[in-house]
């Protein structure tokens, strides 16, 4: 062996134990820490000759990225959309690498764990048994397929296996969608159902879910078949389609529904919330992340389909799978575009089991009213002009500064913002204005955030409000 790998076999759990501490060092320290920062490595790296060892790669990495490390996972990191690995979640996904078990495997007990993690999200979820549910490794891969599977769908209404026989059989495929996620444009991409081939349908003014007269208009109008991408959760405003109009539609027109439910997803788990998702339990395909409001470390999410047949056809390994009784089967590698992969599954178990119904249910309506308190304290203030309604868990917002000179003073409001490291927010275009977004899904964050961050906000944007208004 080699006498580098000898030497950290021999000091393993040495090597754990300081992993060990300098994560717990991280992570008692990640309310202080930046949220966000400008980041500069010096110098560049080759692969040494001789290795140095696991110890003195841990120093390694300390010095040379330690200064960079942000508070991502942290209560005030408000960009994108991302939550934050729960504790349980963490030993999950320690176990996950310590073990280094295939999830494809049929055979080890990483696959009765994907299995069984699976139904616990559709109890927590309150889908049906009816959908089958694969982990993937986020929203973008979980939207890839599920419109492969419904762009299978839509070869077999034109007696064609585009599996087997590819796109070129085929023209003029079209997926529609209101206010679409970019990971759709993404998918198709890769699909081979061009970008250009996303109509948009309007939206009621000023919101984000599709209008469905619109939409009902043009499915008389045009010949299908089509995928139709529902939302359910903007990122902008976390505005919802009417899924069960959706569903309506679906079943006198005859199109693939799919649900692109990343993150709102989990208003399933409120019963105060939940009626946005009505409907969606009868959808062909849905998209939930898991490393968004599930709070377990990236890269997951979950792939819920209901038509496994046409599922296999399109991912199916080789033939093997195709033979025989599909159920006997079974296998995850037959469903999803990965083959070999980590048992993303046990993060989100560990979760799941630590906190239950009830830890979820806390942790989405604390983030609701979180995000509802920072939206009233904009409204109320004249720096800031709330953009839309706080639907659920994203406050959109813009500066009180003159149209003309919107876009210069978000741009640099944002910066400064993001600079002092209290928050990160980030930038958007919405309803044709120069916006900014804070979406609060850390199960971390509290009334004291809030107000901190509000604090912050409103020294900076007076500064820059009085510059734009009395330039
Ligand atoms: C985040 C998000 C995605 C893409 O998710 P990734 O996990 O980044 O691949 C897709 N759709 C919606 C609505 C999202 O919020």
């Known amino acids: 062996m080699d006498l580098k790998l000898q030497d950290d076999l ?15 060092r991280f992570l008692s320290s990640i309310d202080k820490l930046a949220a966000d920062k400008q980041v500069e490595i010096n110098g560049e790296v080759s692969i040494p000759d001789a290795g140095i060892g696991g110890g003195a790669a841990l120093e390694m990495f300390r ?24 504790p349980a979640s963490l030993m999950g996904d320690w176990l996950t690498s310590a073990m280094d078990l295939n999830s494809s495997d049929k055979s080890s007990v990483a696959f009765y ?43 077999q209404q034109l007696g064609v296996d585009i599996a087997a026989d590819g796109m070129a059989a085929l023209s003029g495929l079209k997926v529609l969608s209101g206010t679409p996620h970019s990971s759709i444009s993404k998918a198709m991409s890769m699909l ?26 043009y499915l008389q109008e045009n010949k299908g078949p089509f995928i139709y991408v529902a939302n359910a959760g903007t990122v902008n405003t976390v505005d919802f389609d009417d899924i069960a109009e959706l569903v309506k539609l679906r079943d006198e027109y005859g199109f693939w529904l799919h649900v692109d439910a990343a993150f709102g997803g989990f208003a399933a788990c ?45 991912f199916q390994n080789a033939g093997a799978a195709y033979l025989g009784d599909p159920s006997a089967q079974f296998n995850f590698i037959n469903h999803i575009p990965e083959n070999s992969r980590r048992q993303r599954a046990l993060p989100a178990w560990f979760s799941l089991m630590a906190y239950g119904k009830e830890g979820y ?61 209290v928050v990160c927010m980030t930038a958007t275009v919405y309803d044709g204005r120069q916006a900014i977004r804070a979406a609060l899904v ?22 820059i409000v009085n510059k734009y208004t009395y330039a």
């Not at 040379?64 to 690995?85: K, L, N, Q, S």
């Not at 081979?192 to 208009?217: M, Q, S, T, Y």
């Not at 990236?298 to 399109?314: E, G």
Request: with cysteine; glycine share 8%; proline share 3%.
């Open 192 to 217: 081979g159902l061009g970008r250009n081939n996303l109509v948009r349908i309007a939206v009621p003014e000023h919101r984000e879910c599709v209008d469905i007269p619109a939409l009902k208009k």
């Open 442 to 463: 850390n199960w971390r964050t509290s009334g004291k955030d809030v107000t901190m961050v509000y604090d912050a906000m409103k020294v900076l944007a007076e500064k």
């Open 270 to 314: 409120s019963d105060q919330w939940k009626h946005l998702l009505n409907g969606w339990e009868q959808a062909d395909s849905i998209t939930i992340d898991a490393h968004k409001w599930l709070n377990v470390p990236y890269d997951a999410a979950m792939i819920f389909c209901r038509h496994p047949q046409l599922q296999t056809m399109v």
């Open 113 to 155: 764990i994907e299995t069984e993690t699976i139904a616990l999200l559709k109890e927590l979820f309150g889908l049906p048994d009816e959908f089958l549910g694969c982990f993937v490794t986020g929203a973008t891969m979980s939207n890839f397929t599920g419109l492969a599977v419904g762009r299978q769908w839509l070869g």
């Open 10 to 24: 021999k000091h393993t759990d040495q090597l754990l134990q300081l992993t060990k501490d300098f994560s717990s």
């Open 63 to 86: 010095q040379r990225y330690g200064h960079g490390i942000t508070a991502a996972a942290g209560p005030r990191y408000w960009g994108f959309v991302t939550g934050g690995v729960t």
């Open 361 to 421: 249910r806390w942790m989405v309506e604390n983030n609701i009213t979180l995000a509802k308190q920072l939206g009233s304290l904009l409204a109320d203030d004249p720096n800031f002009v709330l953009l839309a309604p706080v639907r659920l868990c994203v406050v959109c917002f813009t500066l009180n500064v003159a149209a003309t000179e919107e876009a210069a003073a978000v741009e640099e409001y944002l910066e400064i913002l993001n600079a002092s490291g």
